[in-house]
């Protein structure tokens, strides 16, 4: 299942959501056009590297924020870009820009946090936007749980599309996480590029942090000043 869009309507244009979208994908076509020992160093300078963040953790912090714009595929990005296209919106309208941004960055590295408590000694890069945006699926969960969403649905050949309550579609997301990060955590798996596997317990402390500091960043406010 894709979400397509909400249909809750905004009163503003979510720059920041935009922005980071355009972010998301220039970084990603720069990690593109670097060639194998290259992305190899960019990611060693950029993506977290638990050991490294054990070690050095004074000059490894800013890596809590900057893997937060790397990606390790197509997938990988295209599936990230298109839940904060379709959820970021709304969180957007109700804490306002500049809040909502903090709120964003706050979440990506928090989640990263978490992944790095499962895994301080990996030498394995861990990256992506998938912790920051599963904050801001638990604050629209918490927000709007009946919201209805359109959603791209695969049924063996064919192709719908159907509308389920955010709550059913983000609830299934929170239990596959779930159950795979307790399954991770018997190999410690810890990776969130691709072809290593998937940061499950960044996901999971990006939704409780997006539900526990939504409502500080005025998730339930509609404030006139962004």
């Given at each position: ?196 596997g998937v940061a499950y317990w960044a996901h999971i402390g990006g939704f409780v942090f997006g539900i526990v500091l939504g409502p500080l960043f005025g998730l339930f406010k509609r404030n006139d000043f962004y």
């Amino acid at each position: 299942m894709f979400p397509l869009y909400d249909e809750n309507p905004t009163r503003i244009t979510p720059y920041i959501t935009y922005g980071l979208i355009g972010i998301n994908i220039l970084v990603f076509l720069h990690e593109l056009s670097l060639s194998s020992s290259e992305l190899e160093q960019f990611l060693r300078l950029y993506a977290v590297i638990p050991r490294q963040l054990t070690t050095s953790p004074e000059t490894e912090w800013v890596t809590l924020f900057t893997s937060q714009f790397l990606h390790g595929g197509w997938w990988h990005l295209g599936s990230n870009m298109l839940y904060l296209w379709v959820f970021g919106n709304n969180i957007e309208d109700r804490m306002g820009h500049f809040k909502y941004l903090l709120f964003y960055l706050s979440c990506g590295a928090l989640a990263a946090l978490c992944q790095w408590v499962i895994n301080i000694n990996s030498a394995i890069p861990s990256l992506g936007a998938s912790g920051a945006i599963s904050g801001i699926l638990g604050a629209y969960l918490i927000r709007f749980p009946q919201a209805q969403v359109v959603t791209l649905v695969f049924i063996f050949l064919f192709v719908t599309t159907i509308r389920l309550p955010a709550l059913v579609l983000i609830g299934l997301f929170v239990i596959n996480n779930l159950v795979s990060g307790l399954v991770s955590l018997q190999n410690a798996a810890g990776m969130s590029v691709e072809s290593g596997g998937v940061a499950y317990w960044a996901h999971i402390g990006g939704f409780v942090f997006g539900i526990v500091l939504g409502p500080l960043f005025g998730l339930f406010k509609r404030n006139d000043f962004y």
